[in-house]
């Protein structure tokens, strides 16, 4: 099992920056890792995913802003966001899946507001 904590959510204002952190308790070398994120009176949504062989994929709304990587060494992930809009406010989720196996994070808050 795999314990998973996100951090570096907080208050932004649209068009800035924020970097989350996912760091797990253990390897995460062959697990598919990901980014979710769940805004109030929506379902949760992914963002952004890395297979363990490091291929990406991303949401439309997340394509050319938002960057997700991983270090295996550290056994963390990450997702950089750039210009983030009022629309990208949610909770952010960390994901972790090998096989039928699925763990995730208790979120960390992103809100862009001016």
């Known amino acids: 099992q795999v314990q998973l904590v996100e951090s570096g959510g907080g208050l932004v204002q649209p068009g800035g920056s924020l970097k989350l952190s996912c760091v797990a308790s253990g390897s995460i070398l062959h697990y598919h890792m990901g980014w979710y994120r769940q805004a109030p009176g929506n379902q949760r949504e992914s963002v952004a995913t890395?297979?363990?062989?490091?291929?990406?994929n991303y949401a439309d709304s997340a394509k050319g802003r938002f960057t997700i990587s991983r270090d295996n060494a550290k056994n963390t992930v990450y997702l950089q966001m750039n210009s983030l809009k009022p629309e990208d406010t949610a909770v952010y989720y960390c994901?972790?899946?090998?096989?039928?196996?699925?763990?995730w994070g208790r979120g960390t808050q992103v809100t862009v507001s001016s």
């Open positions: 994901n972790a899946a090998v096989w039928a196996n699925s763990y």
């Open positions: 890395m297979a363990s062989g490091d291929v990406t």
